[in-house]
């Protein structure tokens, strides 16, 4: 695990990467938020991000989180950004206050219910395979429309935009791409249900550039903040 200082470095070099990244586009990088991810890094991790000034952090996996969460003795917002089974789903709505990587109805029914018996709307972004990646989650960009209109029918969810992942080892050109078509579908589903989506959460410490030109306004970074994962 890095150390303070080297974390606070790694934090200024990230948002002179983002500015720049937003500048070569004309976009203004207040647009862009930044998710630091800790999966795999101890709690220090977190705490780092949390004396930096980041109101939340990503993590990939609800037993590790779980665990973080349960020693931490200070706030923060945990998003989750890894893959949700759905017998993990009540866990889930119990630990996070907003969950990126909802890709089935059967996980939106399921999160739906743990979070009405919690009293709680569950926030979400749905996770789009826009890369056409087999070896990723996410529903299928053509699929976005009804998975949209079931989310939107269930109370205790709410929809505030979408999520994707470049596929692996994809040229920046393909992950632009992929970024782009996550772009198209967001603004044509804002068109066709009349609803706001604002979140695009897109782009990773190997391809925030493409992403931030694409429309990005979170980008999720592990290793260019806190070095390579111990696991
Ligand atoms: C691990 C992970 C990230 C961060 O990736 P880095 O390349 O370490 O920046 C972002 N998003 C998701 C979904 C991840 O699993």
Not at 182 to 197: G, I, K, V, Y
């Amino acid at each position: 695990m890095i150390s303070y200082p080297e974390f606070s470095d790694n934090c200024a070099r990230l948002e002179e990467r983002v500015a720049a990244a937003a500048r070569s586009c004309g976009r203004s990088p207040s647009e862009i938020k930044i998710l630091p991810v800790t999966k795999f890094h101890p709690l220090e991790a977190v705490e780092f991000a949390r004396r930096c000034g980041f109101e939340s952090v990503g993590e990939n996996r609800v037993q590790e989180a779980a665990d973080k969460i349960g020693r931490a003795d200070f706030k923060i917002s945990w998003e989750l950004i890894g893959h949700l089974q759905s017998n993990k789903a009540g866990l889930a709505v119990k630990l996070f206050d907003r969950i990126q990587s909802v890709d089935s109805k059967r996980l939106l029914e399921k999160i739906d219910f743990h979070a009405r018996g919690l009293g709680k709307v569950q926030r979400v972004l749905l996770q789009i395979n826009a890369g056409n990646d087999p070896a990723k989650f996410g529903a299928d960009l053509s699929d976005g429309p009804e998975l949209l209109e079931f989310a939107l029918g269930l109370p205790n969810v709410s929809v505030e935009g979408l999520m994707a992942i470049a596929p692996i080892d994809s040229t920046l050109r393909a992950a632009e791409e992929c970024f782009l078509s996550l772009r198209n579908l967001r603004d044509a589903l804002q068109r066709e249900f009349s609803r706001p989506l604002p979140e695009l959460s897109m782009g990773m410490s190997g391809d925030l550039e493409p992403a931030v030109a694409a429309g990005s306004t979170m980008i999720r970074v592990g290793t260019f903040l806190f070095g390579d994962r111990e696991r």
